[in-house]
């Protein structure tokens, strides 16, 4: 540290990516995997998403309804309803889906509060997600409109729009994981500053 930075209080601030904790190398494949905090922390998260959910759960009945019960069953209606309100009735099978990635980005980002390295501050885990809600996207298109319909909406409004649309198709995981990405990281650099 700088004497100038001594006097002033700045002190500097390195925002890298998570650590690697250890590698695994498979003999014969020459493939190494890396245990990164993310994956540590991830794993922590699931377990007390998990723990929580068997927590609300536990000994449920039809009839002597308890408060965790009560505080369960309004969780799951209230993502059923988000679900049925802003993607119809007909996609409310959605619902586990969106309430899975929900509860693991806040918990995710929350954990970041604890001092650990929130899950959602790692491009890999976003841009997973942004994957795979794209995949899940583009099933339901052509499960809804079948292929003729699906590969037709590149051609609308005109034909002269399929480069644009097909661009912004193949975009659109980058751009979900880079957004979501985005806001925990800036989340992350003040939190480190603190």
């Known amino acids: ?7 002033t209080g700045v002190k500097e ?3 890298n990516g998570p650590k690697i904790i250890t590698s695994f190398t498979i003999p014969g494949i020459d493939l190494t995997i890396n245990l990164t905090e993310t994956i540590v922390v991830g794993w ?6 998990l723990g929580l959910i068997l927590f609300l759960t536990h000994n449920m009945q039809v009839r002597a309804v308890s408060k965790r019960q009560m505080i369960a069953e309004m ?3 209230t993502v059923e309803n988000l679900v049925e309100s802003s ?3 007909k996609f409310r099978s959605f619902a586990p889906y969106v309430a899975t990635i929900f509860a693991f980005s806040c918990f995710g980002s929350l954990i970041s509060l604890l001092g650990l390295r929130p899950v959602t501050g790692d ?6 997600w942004g994957l795979m809600t794209f995949m899940l996207v583009e099933y ?3 499960r809804t409109n079948g292929v003729g319909g699906y590969l ?8 002269l729009m399929f480069p644009i649309n097909l661009l912004s198709e193949v975009a659109t995981p980058a751009s979900m994981g880079f957004r979501h990405f985005g806001t925990a990281a800036g989340g992350t650099i003040p939190t480190s500053l603190l």
């Open 1 to 7: 540290m700088k004497l100038s930075d001594f006097l």
């Open 13 to 15: 601030v390195e925002v």
């Open 44 to 49: 922590i998260v699931m377990l007390v998403l």
């Open 75 to 77: 969780l799951v209606e």
């Open 87 to 89: 993607m119809g009735k």
């Open 123 to 128: 491009f890999n885990t976003t841009f997973c």
């Open 140 to 142: 339901a298109k052509i």
């Open 152 to 159: 037709k909406g590149f051609f609308e409004p005109i034909p």
